[in-house]
């Protein structure tokens, strides 16, 4: 039995679920892990605002394309940070080391793997790291040095391979986790460009910006150019685009996000409204309701539909069933052989019998009424005989 007032209560639940759908899918990776943009305390806004306030021109990049134009157009120096290159995409690691390399670029990677690492050809390897996450500078100068201890420990630690057998100079290696590793390489480029490499992005979140040497590490890492492009990498731009954009390329992110938030609204108010699979259950009715009744209710039914046609064959059926059980007929006789039936009891031509029984639609309904009195006598002579 259905229950008053679950529908209400049914459409407020679904439509609290389609917002907070619509609210995960108001942009992609939400977290705000390391996004300049994101006031939540793992994002990176306030590292962004002290930089701005130190004159740097700090530009936000999603795609690529838009990265690669803006550094090929800027006529200063450039620092690129990548604070999240676990998202790059197949073929984008040496996509950023030719941009890097052509226009001499400084580079920074947060908590970069052994694929990343290879991939730039750096003489490094990547595993957890091992130590606490305060760390002190084993560094006198550089923006290490006059940083001291900041939060770097907690991800990732580096470890040098071959040095000077991958086209580098230098390694310079600071906050070290244990004898062998650090969670702060800067690798200087023989073209006069630097690659450094954090282990861990804590430092620069909105929720340690303020403790011990972290703003000041920050500051000195990427602040060194005057400019600076913090690519925020999208994992759907992973590969280049074809020459020609698709209706997809040109389709902004907030029409795919509520298209899918519609879709799924609709999914579930199908599922909502449709019937339960199963047999049918039959149920006894409230009130008797008489047969002349359902007659006049079907009649009509017919009436509004304009389906003389269909009612003509309802009467002719029921006919053709009565008259072969008054001929001593079996229901299910063809109807041909009935027509012969009752046209030798009736005394009436086969013809006629034919046309009545077995001949065509009415074309309206004075024709239909003339053929429902026709088969009424015709039943009333054979039950005389």
Same mark, same amino acid.
Not at 243 to 263: F, I, K, M
Not at 353 to 372: C, F, N, Q
């Given at each position: 039995?259905?229950?008053?007032?679950?529908?209400?209560?049914?459409?407020?639940?679904?439509?609290?679920?389609?917002?907070?759908?619509?609210?995960?899918?108001?942009?992609?990776?939400?977290?705000?892990?390391?996004?300049?943009?994101?006031?939540?305390?793992? /994002?990176?806004?306030?590292?962004?605002?002290?930089?701005?306030?130190?004159?740097?021109?700090?530009?936000?990049?999603?795609?690529?394309?838009?990265?690669?134009?803006?550094?090929?157009?800027?006529?200063?120096?450039?620092?690129?940070?990548?604070?999240?290159?676990?998202?790059?995409?197949?073929?984008?690691?040496? #996509?950023?080391?030719?941009?890097?390399?052509?226009?001499?670029?400084?580079?920074?990677?947060?908590?970069?793997?052994?694929? %990343?690492?290879?991939?730039?050809?750096?003489?490094?390897?990547?595993?957890?790291?091992?130590?606490?996450?305060?760390?002190?500078?084993?560094?006198?100068?550089?923006?290490?040095?006059?940083?001291?201890?900041?939060?770097?420990?907690?991800?990732?630690?580096?470890?040098?391979?071959?040095?000077?057998?991958? /086209?580098?100079?230098? %390694?310079?290696?600071?906050?070290?986790?244990?004898?062998?590793?650090?969670?702060?390489?800067?690798?200087?480029?023989?073209?006069?460009?630097?690659?450094?490499?954090?282990?861990?992005?804590?430092?620069?979140?909105?929720?340690?910006?303020?403790?011990? /040497?972290?703003?000041?590490?920050?500051?000195?890492?990427?602040?060194?150019?005057?400019?600076?492009?913090?690519?925020?990498? #999208?994992?759907?731009?992973?590969?280049?685009?074809?020459?020609?954009?698709?209706?997809?390329?040109?389709?902004?992110?907030?029409?795919?996000?509520?298209?899918?938030?519609?879709?799924?609204?609709?999914?579930?108010?199908?599922?909502?409204?449709?019937?339960?699979?199963?047999?049918?259950?039959?149920?006894?009715?409230?009130?008797?309701?008489?047969?002349?009744?359902?007659?006049?209710?079907?009649?009509?039914?017919?009436?509004?539909?304009?389906?003389?046609?269909?009612?003509?064959?309802?009467?002719?059926?029921?006919?053709?069933?009565?008259?072969?059980?008054?001929?001593?007929?079996?229901?299910?006789?063809?109807?041909?052989?009935?027509?012969?039936?009752?046209?030798?009891?009736?005394?009436?031509?086969?013809?006629?019998?034919?046309?009545?029984?077995?001949?065509?639609?009415?074309?309206?309904?004075?024709?239909?009424?003339?053929?429902?009195?026709?088969?009424?006598?015709?039943?009333?002579?054979?039950?005389?005989?």
């Amino acid at each position: 039995m259905k229950r008053p007032g679950a529908g209400p209560v049914l459409v407020g639940v679904v439509v609290t679920v389609a917002v907070g759908i619509g609210l995960l899918l108001v942009r992609p990776g939400s977290s705000g892990l390391l996004d300049p943009d994101s006031p939540a305390p793992d /994002g990176t806004r306030a590292l962004v605002h002290v930089l701005r306030d130190h004159g740097i021109d700090v530009r936000v990049q999603h795609r690529f394309d838009a990265l690669s134009s803006d550094v090929q157009a800027t006529g200063t120096p450039v620092t690129v940070v990548v604070a999240r290159p676990d998202r790059l995409g197949a073929g984008r690691v040496a #996509d950023l080391d030719r941009l890097t390399q052509g226009s001499r670029a400084d580079l920074v990677l947060v908590g970069a793997q052994d694929d %990343v690492l290879a991939d730039l050809d750096l003489p490094l390897g990547a595993s957890p790291a091992t130590s606490d996450v305060r760390l002190d500078a084993a560094c006198e100068d550089g923006a290490a040095g006059r940083a001291g201890a900041a939060d770097l420990g907690a991800d990732v630690a580096y470890t040098t391979n071959d040095i000077g057998g991958s /086209g580098t100079d230098r %390694v310079r290696q600071c906050y070290p986790t244990d004898p062998s590793a650090s969670a702060f390489v800067q690798v200087a480029q023989r073209d006069g460009r630097s690659t450094t490499l954090l282990g861990s992005g804590a430092a620069l979140t909105n929720d340690r910006l303020g403790r011990a /040497g972290n703003a000041a590490l920050g500051v000195g890492v990427l602040g060194h150019q005057p400019v600076l492009e913090w690519w925020v990498p #999208d994992p759907l731009d992973g590969a280049p685009r074809a020459s020609t954009p698709t209706l997809g390329d040109l389709t902004p992110d907030w029409v795919r996000y509520g298209a899918l938030q519609l879709v799924v609204v609709l999914a579930v108010l199908v599922v909502w409204r449709s019937r339960r699979f199963g047999r049918l259950v039959r149920e006894p009715l409230p009130v008797v309701v008489r047969s002349i009744e359902t007659t006049r209710g079907r009649a009509q039914l017919y009436r509004r539909a304009r389906a003389s046609g269909r009612a003509a064959q309802v009467l002719r059926a029921a006919s053709l069933q009565r008259l072969a059980v008054g001929v001593g007929l079996s229901r299910s006789a063809p109807p041909p052989e009935v027509a012969a039936a009752v046209a030798r009891a009736s005394g009436r031509a086969l013809d006629d019998v034919e046309a009545l029984l077995l001949g065509p639609d009415p074309a309206d309904d004075a024709t239909l009424v003339r053929l429902a009195r026709d088969l009424d006598a015709l039943e009333k002579e054979v039950h005389r005989t």
